[in-house]
């Protein structure tokens, strides 16, 4: 019997200590598992990182693009307004020369028509008064000279007339350039104001 016990306390012995090894194994295992798990979350977690650092990175270049466009799209808009203003200031330019051209060209035609006009007087009266002393020399003569003096004032008004008309022509084309310039100068203020409001919608978006 004592045997018997001894036999029966070793066997439990022997499985108390397997149960132990047993129990250490899984420790172990379970701490091995555990250490491959948090091994594993810190590599995604390192990989999440990155990710979210080249995005960042990503991100960051859009914008400065974004921005160096914006910059471009406004320095563009800015040489087109000095061009339209310069451009502007040119047909103001011409079209002012045009108007003191065709000011003076009207003032000359009207000196012209006025003494091709004074002129005439003069030479009708001349010749009035060359007939009236040649009137002895007979009622035909007179008759005559009177009929072309007569001819040659109607001519002279027609063509003082038609000068007088070119003039009016001319000052009427002179308003007109005047108009045009006015419609230009107003275009070019609805540009500038739409370069000024369309600005900051670019830079907003």
């Not at 799209?73 to 047909?91: F, G, I, P, S």
């Not at 007339?161 to 609805?190: D, I, P, S």
């Amino acid at each position: 019997e004592t045997e018997e016990v001894e036999r029966q306390r070793k066997e439990a012995e022997a499985k108390r200590l397997n149960q132990i090894q047993q129990a250490e194994l899984k420790k172990k295992n379970a701490e091995a598992e555990l250490q491959k798990q948090m091994l594993e979350a810190e590599l995604r977690k390192k990989e999440a990182e990155a990710e979210l650092k080249k995005q960042l990175e990503q991100a960051d270049l859009r914008k400065k693009e974004a921005a160096a466009e914006v910059e471009k799209q406004l320095v563009e808009a800015e040489l087109k307004r000095k061009d339209a203003e310069a451009a502007l200031r040119r047909q103001i330019e011409q079209a002012e020369l045009r108007k003191k051209e065709a000011a003076a060209e009207l003032k000359k035609k009207t000196v012209e028509a006025e003494l091709r006009k004074s002129q005439a007087e003069a030479d009708l009266r001349k010749q009035v008064a060359e007939a009236e002393s040649c009137k002895v020399e007979g009622e035909t003569i007179l008759r005559k000279q009177e009929e072309e003096a007569q001819a040659r004032k109607i001519k002279l008004e027609k063509e003082a007339a038609q000068t007088l008309a070119e003039a009016e022509a001319r000052r009427k084309k002179l308003e007109l350039f005047e108009a045009e310039a006015e419609t230009r100068r107003k275009e070019m203020e609805q540009f500038e104001e739409f370069v000024l409001n369309a600005a900051p919608i670019g830079i907003g978006a």
